[in-house]
Each structure stands twice: as C-alpha cells, then as structure tokens.
C-alpha cells in the first residue's frame, strides 16, 4: 500500500513538473500558450498543448501520465492551471527582482495603455537598478489594472506595489514616463505626487520617446520642404504660407524640450561632469559639487561636501594615471570600475 502510495505521488510530481517545464520555457520565450481550436481532433491545439505532445514522443513515462492519459479531473493542462503557474513562476521572479534591488536606490519607469479586450486601463512599472556587481539593470516588474489613469490614482496603485514588495518609497531616486499627449497632466501631476514624498526623485522624460517625436517630425516637415524647393515656392514666394512648416517643426521641437523642466536638464547637464570619455574631458570638479549640494545634498553631511573638493582633486590624477580607469566610454562603466577596485 505504502509502496503504490509512494509511486503515486511520483507520478504525480512528474505530471505537474511536466506541465510547468512547458510553461516556464513557453514564458521565456514569449510565446502565446492558447490555440484557436484544442479540441484532440485539432491539427495544432496550440503551444501549450503541441510541446506536451513533442515531449511524450521522446518519453514513454511522461506520455503514461499527461494528455489523454491523464485522469479526467487531474489532467494540469487546462488554462486556469496554466496561468495559476504562470502566477507561480511571476512571484519567483519578482521576489529574485526584489533580492537584487535590496536596499539600493532605484528609479521607476511607467508605461500606460488601454487594454481593449478587458476595457481596462493598465501599467507598467519597470524598475531600474544598480545590482551588487555595478551593472545596470532594468526589470519589467509588474502589470497593475487601474480604474482610472488620474495621477492620484496611478501614485496609488504604484506605491501599492513598491509597498508590498518591502521596497522603501524613499530610495526611489528617479522616474521616468513616455510622456504621451494624451496623459502629459496626469504625468506631470504624478511627478509633483513622487517628488512631494521623494525629494530625490526626479523625472527624466524617456528618451526614446523624445527621439521617436524628434524624427517623426523631422522626417515630416523635411519631405514638405523637398516638396516646395523642388516646385520653386520657397524661391518665388508662391509658398509664403507653407513657410510656416519650417515655424511649425521649430515649434514642435521646442515643445519636446519644454517637456523636460529647467531642473531636470540642469540635472542631466551637470552630471555628464562625471563622463569618462575622452579621457575625462567633461570633468568639471565645480559641477560634481554642485550636483552633491543642489541635487543630494540630503546624502552627504556637512564635512562631506567640504572635502568632496578636495578628493575629487586627488581623484582625477588617479583615473589619469590609473591604467584601469583608461577606455571606459559611460558612467555607468566608471562606477562598475570605482566598484570593482573599491575607490
């Protein structure tokens, strides 16, 4: 009886192991699990169900015990099965997210958009981190289903989620949105939320996006432009009013960088003193100080920022010299190295 029981149970955990192998590696991949048609008669019952089928013709023992072999009330295939695994495995990988982050400062990246199936707004939040060995890393978190897309609402949901993961609200040290027309109030509403509970967290408007409207319109108004030379208007006068095209791309790119504040691109211009390329060419030793003083001042005591002046002297003799601090093209590259050697 003991021995049957024991052999059942096997069976049993190979069954499962099977389903969530199929899963695991369908998620990975980024692959849809669903077909159309997963009735047995169907040529491709999809992913999920095809990759249990290829992995019973190369094992006798896991196709004793899945698909039609399995037992009717306990077969592990079906779709709430599979995304209650899915959940599984989604926990795991927020939980190992989490342990890289420990208690080191991060920034979020938010996305939003409309799910059309469910009706529902959504969002993403990314996290972007330093890891232990002084990489770089971003990693998709978490999808939140929000009711509405106010900015009170998104804080919310946001904080929710950074809450129950034990992350600390005030180590967010940046944040980041795609800055979509439709949803630039609520954004820049959400940044005050953040900024008022951080003082450090601030925003930095993505870049891709700000690249994508720069060539877009570009592209745009420069085909408009080709189009009048070519028929003489800009010479001859006939195309006065399509001269304001030319008005019209000025603007547009004056708008993208309004969408960046005065604060925020101070930020971002003081600290490329720390750029290590062209052998330091950008360092400033005023701007690095002025970046501790105005922008994280809360990080470094009084005494600190007295001697910041005078270590940054001594540090800038050292990279020059320091065979290890040659070739490196980012900061990012400068504070794996400063990590590496213990600077």
């Known amino acids: 009886m003991n021995t049957q029981s024991s052999e059942q149970i096997l069976n049993n955990r190979l069954q499962v192991k099977t389903s969530i192998d199929v899963v695991r590696w369908l998620a990975f991949q980024g692959f849809a699990f669903r077909g159309h048609d997963e009735t047995p008669d169907s040529k491709n019952r999809g992913n999920f169900l095809e990759m249990l089928k290829l992995l019973v013709s190369y094992n006798d023992k896991v196709g004793k015990l899945v698909l039609e072999n399995a037992p009717k009330s306990s077969k592990y295939t079906s779709p709430?099965?599979?995304?209650?695994?899915?959940?599984?495995?989604?926990k795991k990988v927020r939980n190992k997210i989490r342990e890289d982050v420990g208690n080191s400062k991060f920034c979020i990246i938010v996305d939003e958009a409309r799910d059309e199936f469910k009706r529902l707004e959504q969002m993403?939040?990314?996290?972007?981190?330093?890891?232990?060995?002084?990489?770089?890393q971003?990693?998709?978190?978490?999808?939140?289903h929000v009711?509405?897309?106010?900015?009170?609402?998104?804080?919310?949901?946001?904080?929710?989620?950074?809450?129950?993961?034990?992350?600390?609200?005030q180590n967010i040290y940046g944040q980041g949105y795609d800055g979509a027309s439709n949803m630039r109030g609520e954004w820049k509403e959400l940044q005050a939320l953040f900024f008022k509970d951080c003082p450090y967290a601030y925003y930095v408007h993505c870049f891709a996006h700000r690249l994508q409207i720069a060539l877009v319109v570009t592209s745009r108004e420069a085909i408009q432009i080709a189009h009048m030379i070519a028929i003489d208007e800009l010479e001859s006068g006939k195309g006065i009013n399509q001269i304001g095209t030319v008005k019209r791309a000025?603007?547009?790119?004056q708008e993208l960088d309004s969408r960046l504040g005065e604060g925020e691109?101070?930020?971002?211009?003081?600290?490329?003193?720390?750029?290590?390329?062209?052998?330091?060419?950008?360092?400033?030793?005023?701007?690095?100080c002025c970046l501790a003083e105005k922008y994280y001042s809360l990080d470094f005591s009084e005494n600190e920022k007295i001697n910041l002046r005078f270590q940054l002297k001594?540090?800038?003799?050292?990279?020059?010299?320091?065979?290890?601090?040659?070739s490196l093209s980012s900061i990012a590259d400068l504070c794996r190295r400063l990590l590496e050697t213990e600077k």
């Open 147 to 169: 009711k509405d897309i106010l900015a009170l609402t998104l804080k919310n949901e946001i904080s929710a989620v950074i809450s129950h993961h034990c992350l600390d609200i």
């Open 138 to 144: 971003e990693r998709f978190f978490d999808l939140v």
């Open 80 to 90: 709430k099965i599979q995304k209650e695994i899915l959940e599984v495995l989604a």
């Open 250 to 253: 000025d603007f547009h790119m």
């Open 265 to 288: 691109t101070k930020l971002l211009a003081l600290s490329s003193a720390l750029d290590p390329n062209d052998a330091y060419r950008s360092f400033n030793i005023d701007d690095i």
């Open 124 to 136: 993403t939040i990314i996290l972007r981190f330093v890891d232990d060995d002084g990489f770089i």
């Open 314 to 326: 001594y540090f800038k003799v050292d990279v020059l010299t320091n065979p290890k601090f040659q």
